[in-house]
T-cell receptor
Framework: GAVVSQHPSWVICKSGTSVKIECRSL??????MFWYRQFPKQSLMLMAT?????????EQGVEKDKFLINHASLTLSTLTVTSAHPEDSSFYIC?????????????FGSGTQLSVL | GENVEQHPSTLSVQEGDSAVIKCTYS??????FPWYKQELGKRPQLIID?????GEKKDQRIAVTLNKTAKHFSLHITETQPEDSAVYFC??????????FGTGTSLTVIP
């Protein structure tokens, strides 16, 4: 299967700082990437859909000024949590859709555990 | 939009028994149905998938069935092992650009 790399895997930051999370498709081009938030023992909550070269589409209730998404290339999307606060602490996962050779399969990054103090 | 429901939310089985997880979807245009296994703190891993032109697919101890008319699909795990313990998610997709996930099933295999 395809490989999606996500960094960092764990970050601890002070309240008010910004944190950037990177998501890369290593062996395929991903025109679409997705960002999720996951609370312990709960399902994946889609935050936004990121399309290369255009603005991300945010789900209802997700603050776009709070969670900045940039998809500058076919292999890289970034999520920046701006002015993070303790309530932003969560597990963030990206995924990328390989609509080419693998026919629309979805592959996930390894996730980023964000802890805001 | 699509609505995917998944049952049960928790499932405990004895080692060696079978486990079945069921999902329903609402959008008849959905044509791709993957299943993911997620171990604690790790990424969801694609374990099996099925397309709408197929009714059943099997890969060793794992199988998925799809009933397009009833809009439901199921994951079957036979001869369960402790390492099968994880959270399983179903999903439905129409274009490959949007995936709708079920709420997950926490499977515990009791040795």
């Amino acid at each position: 299967g395809a490989v999606v790399s996500q960094h960092p895997s764990w970050v601890i930051c002070k309240s008010g700082t910004s944190v950037k999370i990177e998501c890369r498709s290593l062996d395929f081009q991903a025109t679409t990437m997705f960002w999720y938030r996951q609370f312990p023992k709960q399902s994946l909550m889609l935050m936004a859909t990121s399309n290369e070269g255009s603005k991300a589409t945010y789900e209802q209730g997700v603050e776009k000024d709070k969670f900045l998404i940039n998809h500058a290339s076919l292999t890289l999307s970034t999520l920046t949590v701006t002015s993070a606060h303790p309530e932003d602490s969560s597990f963030y996962i990206c995924s990328a859709s390989d609509t080419g050779r693998l026919g629309e399969k979805l592959f996930f990054g390894s996730g980023t555990q964000l802890s805001v103090l | 939009g699509e609505n995917v429901e998944q049952h049960p939310s928790t499932l405990s089985v004895q080692e060696g028994d079978s486990a079945v997880i069921k999902c329903t979807y609402s959008d008849s245009a959905s044509n791709y149905f993957p299943w993911y296994k997620q171990e604690l703190g790790k990424r969801p891993q694609l374990i099996i998938d099925i397309r709408s032109n197929v009714g059943e697919k099997k890969d060793q101890r794992i199988a998925v069935t799809l009933n397009k008319t009833a809009k439901h699909f199921s994951l079957h795990i036979t001869e369960t092992q402790p390492e099968d313990s994880a959270v399983y998610f179903c999903a439905a997709s129409t274009t490959g650009n949007q995936f709708y996930f079920g709420t997950g099933t926490s499977l515990t295999v009791i040795p």
